[in-house]
């Protein structure tokens, strides 16, 4: 079992739909990053946090240390949000989710 | 405010040739992180280092990969006598501090031939 499990490994949506990707992890972790990839691209780090909910636009996320348990929701989607994100538990190091893929159709 | 550079942002080596990638720090961020995206794969850490120090060397290679990030200067990856396996894109971060959040560069794209 991977120490960051993230699901969906894949995800189509409409237009303007609400998004929820979800984080598990089993390690003991100060804090959690939440990251964007565009194929072929760079990694963009959308969030830190290490309790309670943090928003940005129109992405929240928020983390429940008890249940090691974390989301990333996107509001009104659009498909330029297309891309991967990557949870990533942050321990002595960063531990990395596989990543759920995103596809946002117009 | 440049953000965490890195070069060349493309790379093509043969096999048994050295490849060399360097990664500039934010500004005022001392602690620097290097991570390989496998092709199909997700992100793995590789070496954590300060200052002229490496902190935490566990995610790497014993053979062939080595890390420094000098006084003065970039961070420099070092994969001698590259092999095909080695293909793989090479992100690294920077953060102010140890547990802060990491800001990360555009990666280089590893291909050996």
């Known amino acids: 079992k991977n120490e960051v499990e993230q699901s969906p490994q894949n995800l189509t949506a409409q237009e303007g739909e609400f998004i929820t990707i979800n984080c598990s992890y089993s390690?003991?972790?100060?804090?959690l990053h939440w990251l964007q990839q565009h194929p072929g691209g760079g990694i963009v780090s959308l969030f830190m946090?290490?309790?309670g909910k943090k928003k940005h636009g129109r992405l929240i996320a928020t983390i429940n240390i008890q249940e090691k348990h974390s989301s990333l929701h996107i509001t009104a989607s659009h498909p330029r949000d297309s891309a991967v994100y990557i949870c990533?538990?942050?321990?002595?190091?960063?531990?990395f989710g596989a990543g759920t893929i995103l596809r946002v159709k117009s | 405010n440049a953000g965490v550079m890195q070069n060349p942002r493309h790379l093509v080596r043969r096999r048994g040739q050295e490849a060399r990638l360097r990664c500039s720090p934010m500004k005022g961020h001392s602690h620097v992180y290097w991570y390989r995206q496998l092709p199909e794969e997700g992100l793995k850490f590789m070496v954590y280092?300060?200052?002229?120090?490496?902190?935490?060397e566990s995610g790497m290679p014993k053979e062939r990969f080595s890390a420094e990030f000098p006084k003065e200067g970039p961070s420099i990856l070092r994969i001698q006598q590259v092999v095909r396996g080695d293909s793989a894109a090479y992100f690294c971060?920077?953060?102010?501090?140890?547990?802060?959040?990491?800001?990360f560069g555009p990666g280089t794209r590893l291909t050996v031939l």
């Open positions: 990533a538990a942050y321990g002595n190091k960063l531990v």
């Open positions: 390690v003991g972790i100060s804090a």
């Open positions: 280092l300060q200052k002229e120090n490496i902190i935490d």
């Open positions: 971060a920077s953060s102010p501090a140890i547990r802060n959040e990491q800001f």
């Open positions: 946090l290490s309790s």
